[in-house]
T-cell receptor
């Protein structure tokens, strides 16, 4: 079955550490996205990529980095520069413009 | 001004009631519109796309008003299982997706 796989589902980070969240899709989708969701809040766009080797900053890109070396993969690194990283992170993808958005199951990141 | 705004609610309704809420968007060039449902601590899941002519899926009806730049969702004969947060999603032709903050609906027995 096609879909998006995020890992890990739960991650604990010590202050000052970088961590990378994985997002893989086998839907042959061109566009991929990373969102952050805080408790009781909506989704905020971190980064998105329309094609391989290209990506754009979203509304809250500071303290995050991404890469898009393969169509299937769009990993997100939460760097030590992100001062308040504890949140629910969602990866999404969409194919042809206007098509349904598919989400991964999300990753919970907690700073300890 | 936010690109997409929703009434956060919560809408607290009895089973069997009808509940409706809107979502406004600021980009007049927006092309695609969706309603997603999100349960607590889960990823959003597609409820329905919104078409220009309006569309219905069982107890759910979605409308689009381009002139006033809003979409709406109406839920008839509410069930306990309809309790969730409903997210409005708007897409422009540059693949950028904009989400509303969500409208919380609680259906009580």
């Amino acid at each position: 079955d096609g879909g998006i796989t995020q890992s890990p589902k739960y991650l604990f980070r010590k202050e000052g550490q970088n961590v990378t969240l994985s997002c893989e899709q086998n839907l042959n989708h061109d566009a991929m996205y990373w969102y952050r969701q805080d408790p009781g809040q909506g989704l905020r766009l971190i980064y998105y990529s329309q094609i391989v080797n290209d990506f754009q900053k979203g509304d809250i890109a500071e303290g995050y980095s991404v890469s898009r070396e393969k169509k299937e993969s769009f990993p997100l690194t939460v760097t030590s520069a992100q001062k308040n990283p504890t949140a629910f992170y969602l990866c999404a993808s969409t194919g042809t413009y206007g098509n349904t958005i598919y989400f991964g199951e999300g990753s919970w990141l907690t700073v300890v | 001004r936010k690109e997409v705004e929703q009434d956060p609610g919560p809408f607290n309704v009895p089973e069997g009631a009808t509940v409706a809420f809107n979502c406004t968007y600021s980009n007049s060039a927006s092309q695609s519109f969706f309603w997603y449902r999100q349960d607590c601590r889960k990823e959003p899941k597609l409820l329905m796309s919104v078409y220009s002519s309006g569309n219905e899926d069982g107890r759910f009806t979605a409308q689009l008003n381009r002139a006033s730049q809003y979409i709406s969702l109406l839920i008839r004969d509410s069930k306990l299982s309809d309790s969730a947060t409903y997210l409005c999603v708007v897409s422009s032709n540059d693949y950028k997706l904009s989400f509303g903050a969500g409208t919380t609906v609680t259906v009580r027995a």
